[in-house]
């Protein structure tokens, strides 16, 4: 993966309409891109590629993101440092995934099995 941080399965995942704007401008860069991660979990303890972070956060990328209808959509958690790096990375086509073994597991404890 190009990033990852903390699997949060506790924050509701992103609607649908958020998920295929997303795929369809990752696939602007890498043509077979799917979202793989639909919730927060970018903060304390994640890893980024380098070569990911300086491409998806090139200031003519990030304009290029439409927050304000994410916003209307998503609520509040569009503009939290958690989604936004999301977005950035999968708008560019980066792959995304959470630490396993770094989980904020609301539900259960315990180390997470498989994707959802």
Known sequence: HDAGGIYDN???????????????RGRERKQCFE????HFGLAGG??????????AFDPKQIVRLDFASMELKEGHK????DFAMLVALAARGWRVYPWREAAENM???GIPTGKE
């Open 35 to 38: 979202l793989e991660w639909h």
């Open 78 to 81: 569009a503009m939290s440092s």
């Open 10 to 24: 506790y924050n509701s995942r992103m609607h649908r309409e958020t998920v295929v704007y997303l795929e369809r």
């Open 107 to 109: 539900a259960k404890r």
């Open 46 to 55: 994640s890893y980024f590629r380098a070569e990911a972070l300086l491409d």
